[in-house]
Each structure stands twice: as C-alpha cells, then as structure tokens.
DNA sequence: CAATCATCATGAGTTTTATTCATGTTTAAT
DNA sequence: ATTAAACATGAATAAAACTCATGATGATTG
C-alpha cells in the first residue's frame, strides 16, 4: 500500500486540531476510523507517526516528516482542484499563448490588454522566445493558444480558429531599380534572386517568404540580413540594404508614410491565413471564446488590409476581384 | 470524494504507456479497474480528461492540468517515501543543527567534517543566524538538534544529551586595577558594576553572564559592547574596553599567549552544562547516536579544561575538590 | 469490405478496504 | 480515588476497489 492524500490530510487535521476526536469531527468521520487509519500508517512505516500519551499532542520525526510534505502538496491539490472545477464551470482557465508570426505582437499586445479586463481571473502568460514547435507543445499542454499561417493537419485533437487573411508584400526601396524596370505592381520569384532579403531572426522554414514563394521556386536571395523590429527592417529596406516581406498591415504605416515602396508577391498576391490554433475540448469555453472574438475585434478594428478567411476564400474563387483591398 | 494518488500515480502511467492496457499491467491491474478509475474521476470533475477513441493517446486540458499536478506532487512523495524508509533503517537522515552559544563554532565545524566523512548519506545544515527560539522549533520538527546550555524542562518530547561541562570565566586586562586590589582569583557580581561588558550581539537572555551572574544579583554593568568574533572580544578587553565572559575553552589560547586574564565568576565558579537536544525518539537513531559520539569525541580532544558532565557533578558534590582543572 | 485483432467499456459479482458501533483502556484532572 | 475525556480495539457493516465475462468500438489487413 501507498501514501495516500487522504493520510496527509488526516495527519495535517490532527496537527491543527490536536485530537483524535476533533480531526475527526472535522473530517466528518468517527474517532474510530482515525485511530485505525493512523494505526495503519504507522504499521506501514514501521514508526510511530505521534506520542499518543501527551497533551500537547507531539509528533515523531516520522510524523512530522509526512506533515512537511502534507504543507508541501496539499496546498498544490487544492489549486489543481480549483482550476478543474473552473474549467469545468468555464469560468476561469489558463491561457499560454504563443505566436509564430513576429510581427503579430502588434495586435496582440492590444488584444491581450483588453481581454485582461474582461476576464481578470484567467492566468495569461505569452510564451514568445521559444526555441520548441509551438503546435506539438500545445497537444502536449505546456501551451493553449497558438497563434500560427501554418496548420499542422498531422496533429489531432488541434482546433484552428482562423482569424484573418492578409497580403504579405514586399517593402522596396522609394529609389529601387525595380520600381522603375517593372511594368507591373507585383514581382516574380526570379526577379529577387539579386536581392538581400530582410528578416526577423528566426528559423528560415518560419519564414513565409521563403516558404511560400522563393523556395518553390527554387530561387536564393543574394543574401539575408535580420533584424528584431519591423521598424528597422523598414529603415534597412528604406536605405537601399535589402528588400523585406511583410504582412500588408504591419506595411501599412510605413507606406503611408511613403519610406518605402510596396510590390504584390506574384501575379495573385501571397494571401494566407492566420490561425488561432487551440486544443479541441478548450475551443468551447467561454474564457477562450471570448479570447478569440476580442482578437480578431482588435485586429478588424486596428489593422488596414486584412480580410475575413470567408471573403479571402470567395475572392479567390472569383478571380476578377483578386486585387481588391 | 477527493483527489487520491492513486489517481494521480494512474493517470501519469496511462501518459507514459500510452494505452489503459498496458498501464493496467503496470499497476497489476485489469484493464476493466482503470477503465472504472478514469471514469469515476471524469463524473466527479464532471470532464473527460482524456480522447478515447484516438491513437496516439491525447488528453484533455482537465487531464494535463492532473498530468501536470501528479509531475509536480509525485515526485515529493517518493522523496518523503524514501526519508521515512531510511528514518525506519536508521540508514540516515536529516540533521538541521542549531546552537545557542556562540563560541560553539570552534569545535561544531571540525565535528561535521569528521561526520560528514563517516555519514554521507545524512542531510546536514547549520541553522545559524536564526531569531526564533530553537528549542521550540526542534520540538516543532524545523530543527532536529539543538546545543545549549540552557533545558527547558517544560518542553515534552526532548532528550538533551550532556556534551561536557564548563566554566564561564571572566577575561580581563592585564593591566586592569581589579587584578591588583582582588587577592583572590575570583570576582563578586557587584565588582562587575563598573565595567563595561563585551558580548556577542545575542539577545540578554542568552547570554550566561547575565542569565546565571549579574542578574540573579541585580547587579547591571556600565555598559554593553557587542563583537562578532572572539577573537575580537578579547582584543577589545585586552586593550581595556571593557571585560567579557567566555568559555574557559574558548579562552584558553589566549590566556596562553598572555593577551589577557583570567578570573572566576564567584567563589564556586561559573560553571554550566552544554547539551545537545533531540527528540526522543531520534535519539536511539545509529545516525544520530553517532554524530553525539562524534561531538564529544572532537570536544574532549580538542578543547582545554572541559569536563564531563558526571565528572562535574562529583566535583560539585565534594566541595574540596571544585577548583580543580 | 468483411474479417481479425487489439483496445476499451460495462454490469454483475467478489474481494478488499474503510468506516462504524459497541466497548474496553488509558490519561489527566478534580 | 473518581470521573470525564480521549484513545484503542475487535467485530460488524458499508463502501470502495477490483475482477470476470462479455460486448462494443476502432484500426488493420488480406
């Protein structure tokens, strides 16, 4: 036979109450069945767990060794035990989220900070720096939300939320070569292969320029050159050192601006879709829901050239819209 | 019904398994009992904790979070499991020591390392700079050894095992006038009222002089200074600041190097008891035996006009013989 | 696509464990 | 010494944990 919780908290009942009969009492049992559960204990360590004799009553090393790890734990069930019954009543949970694309924090940090309003008691934590596949992480549990353009079809029990779709377009520089050679407001793979790319310093398969428009092509850039703000890769791009793929609504700004240039990547643009991805059984609690609908209110709300999946799916199915923004 | 272990010690099986089949055996059980275990668990947290119908296995938020919590819990029980196996065996333990008097370093540090050597197994730590009660604490189960001076009888549970006697001495200036107007080796309360006492910067009560000197005699000193290290305590009487109590082991060098006198602290000498207290019921421990074995062996051998507590007790009884060293 | 195999679920029956009840023993207080 | 409160104990009972036998489900394969 095995420690059982029910022995912690017998032990911790009798440290607080002093007796036998009290810790009963409190426990909704009979004196009796304390005497006996104690007594079983004590024969199964082989060692007095208390002095019976003594008032006060005093614990041996033995017994006061199993109550350190009764304050150890117990306190930890009784968490544990909480948060089952939020999640089961909805109420309250935890939310570890983590996002693939790195200029999503633009939106997210609004999103998060509205949300925290509404739903104080939920336990948010952003996982950014991390150095492990998101998606595996989320069905293993160390994360509940992911925010990713890459579904992984292969991973079950996995709900992908899309949020919206939006236009990653090349930043160019106001004096590039390009702008003036090219007839045409969009660029083919080919036409890069001179050019240093721009990125953030992440993995290359992270990449959607890379993995949605040069790679297929078979086409290598001139070379690659990182940096960690969107705003010094627009500085980069705007002085000539490179050109850079962003979604259109982190470009927006800059183009407003008029630092850069903007070009479609090919002739129908490179569109995905970004997700929400979350374990199945959470995507119908409130507290997620709700995460879900402030997210893409924010993004509607703060973010120029992104559309509804839906519309993005018509769109394409009736080609002569295509270019519409 | 509440969370049990067994729940918990099941779960984490099934994760590492990977089916109830072979978790069930396991545990040496049927696949028909985990079967009930889990279901029983899900109607009392009112949640599917994991996917049934899916290969690989997949678990529900519920079932991380319990996943989660047996990661975090297990662990400290096997841990707690084995410390009472090992307390059962008298194999070893844990041994958080604290002391009282001050000047006891001298000889506690060379005490552990020769233990250390011969128990590795056991848990040392040194409980210094506490400010709570010790004695208490060890009765609490915080600490389990306690040198000092001073029993309290009225704490039930402890056994204090004499380490040796001593005499509380008096150091003084070589040039101090008292040596020269006192034609004896020993000093009156009321002689000390004009001094200044150096001290560890310990509170009054734990301080003997006090305790068992000047303060039965209602007799208060011209001022208190407190030094951190022996050493320091008697350069500062050597250069008259004041006068300061000791052990006469801890004065003995000293005396030797002729820094400082020596004198009686009344007729009959100060003299005191230094125990180590435990609780009952570790002291018939092989680990714990050992080490008190060890302490007095390292005190005898290396501290200079110490006695046994009984050899003590004798000189007290036939009065011919106190002044002897 | 049926056949097969492996896994899991289920209900009744059984064993084990937990608890109570009735009573005796010990302890501490008066 | 007497008493009251607390605790121990063994038998009886209630509750739980578990097994067995079997049926359902799902994946695999020829």
Redesign the pocket.
């Given at each position: 036979?095995m420690i059982?919780l029910?022995h912690l908290r017998a032990l911790s009942l009798l440290r607080e109450t002093?007796?036998?009969?009290?810790?009963?009492e409190r426990?909704?049992?009979?004196?009796?069945?304390?005497?006996?559960?104690?007594?079983?204990m004590e024969d199964r360590h082989g060692q007095e767990l208390f002095v019976?004799?003594?008032?006060p009553?005093r614990f041996t090393s033995a017994g006061l060794r199993l109550l350190q790890l009764g304050d150890d734990i117990l306190p930890r069930v009784e968490v544990a035990q909480r948060d089952l019954a939020r999640l089961a009543s909805g109420q309250a949970g935890r939310l570890n989220i983590a996002i693939e694309c790195h200029s999503c924090y633009q939106w997210l940090m609004p999103a998060l900070n509205t949300y925290r309003d509404g739903w104080p008691e939920v336990e948010l934590d952003l996982c950014s720096g991390f150095h492990f596949a998101p998606l595996p992480a989320l069905v293993r549990g160390d994360l509940d939300l992911v925010v990713t353009s890459n579904p992984d079809p292969e991973l079950k029990g996995l709900h992908y939320e899309p949020l919206f779709s939006f236009e990653m377009c090349l930043a160019i520089s106001l004096k590039h070569s390009l702008l003036q050679e090219l007839k045409r407001r969009w660029v083919e793979p080919q036409e890069l292969a001179k050019e240093v790319q721009i990125t953030y310093p992440v993995e290359r398969e992270r990449l959607d320029i890379f993995q949605h428009f040069l790679d297929p092509a078979g086409v290598e850039p001139a070379g690659i050159r990182t940096a960690e703000l969107t705003v010094m890769m627009v500085q980069l791009v705007a002085s000539g050192r490179g050109v850079c793929a962003l979604p259109n609504w982190a470009l927006y700004e800059y183009l407003q601006k008029g630092f850069v240039a903007q070009l479609q990547l090919g002739r129908e643009g490179l569109w995905s879709t970004l997700y929400a991805a979350v374990r199945e059984d959470l995507r119908e609690q409130p507290y997620l829901a709700d995460f879900l609908k402030t997210a893409r209110n924010t993004c509607f709300a703060n973010l120029q050239g992104i559309r509804t999946a839906r519309a993005r799916a018509r769109a394409r199915a009736s080609p002569t819209m295509t270019e519409a923004t």
């Amino acid at each position: 036979m095995m420690i059982e919780l029910r022995h912690l908290r017998a032990l911790s009942l009798l440290r607080e109450t002093g007796s036998l009969v009290r810790a009963a009492e409190r426990l909704h049992l009979t004196q009796s069945a304390l005497s006996h559960l104690f007594r079983e204990m004590e024969d199964r360590h082989g060692q007095e767990l208390f002095v019976r004799k003594s008032r006060p009553l005093r614990f041996t090393s033995a017994g006061l060794r199993l109550l350190q790890l009764g304050d150890d734990i117990l306190p930890r069930v009784e968490v544990a035990q909480r948060d089952l019954a939020r999640l089961a009543s909805g109420q309250a949970g935890r939310l570890n989220i983590a996002i693939e694309c790195h200029s999503c924090y633009q939106w997210l940090m609004p999103a998060l900070n509205t949300y925290r309003d509404g739903w104080p008691e939920v336990e948010l934590d952003l996982c950014s720096g991390f150095h492990f596949a998101p998606l595996p992480a989320l069905v293993r549990g160390d994360l509940d939300l992911v925010v990713t353009s890459n579904p992984d079809p292969e991973l079950k029990g996995l709900h992908y939320e899309p949020l919206f779709s939006f236009e990653m377009c090349l930043a160019i520089s106001l004096k590039h070569s390009l702008l003036q050679e090219l007839k045409r407001r969009w660029v083919e793979p080919q036409e890069l292969a001179k050019e240093v790319q721009i990125t953030y310093p992440v993995e290359r398969e992270r990449l959607d320029i890379f993995q949605h428009f040069l790679d297929p092509a078979g086409v290598e850039p001139a070379g690659i050159r990182t940096a960690e703000l969107t705003v010094m890769m627009v500085q980069l791009v705007a002085s000539g050192r490179g050109v850079c793929a962003l979604p259109n609504w982190a470009l927006y700004e800059y183009l407003q601006k008029g630092f850069v240039a903007q070009l479609q990547l090919g002739r129908e643009g490179l569109w995905s879709t970004l997700y929400a991805a979350v374990r199945e059984d959470l995507r119908e609690q409130p507290y997620l829901a709700d995460f879900l609908k402030t997210a893409r209110n924010t993004c509607f709300a703060n973010l120029q050239g992104i559309r509804t999946a839906r519309a993005r799916a018509r769109a394409r199915a009736s080609p002569t819209m295509t270019e519409a923004t």
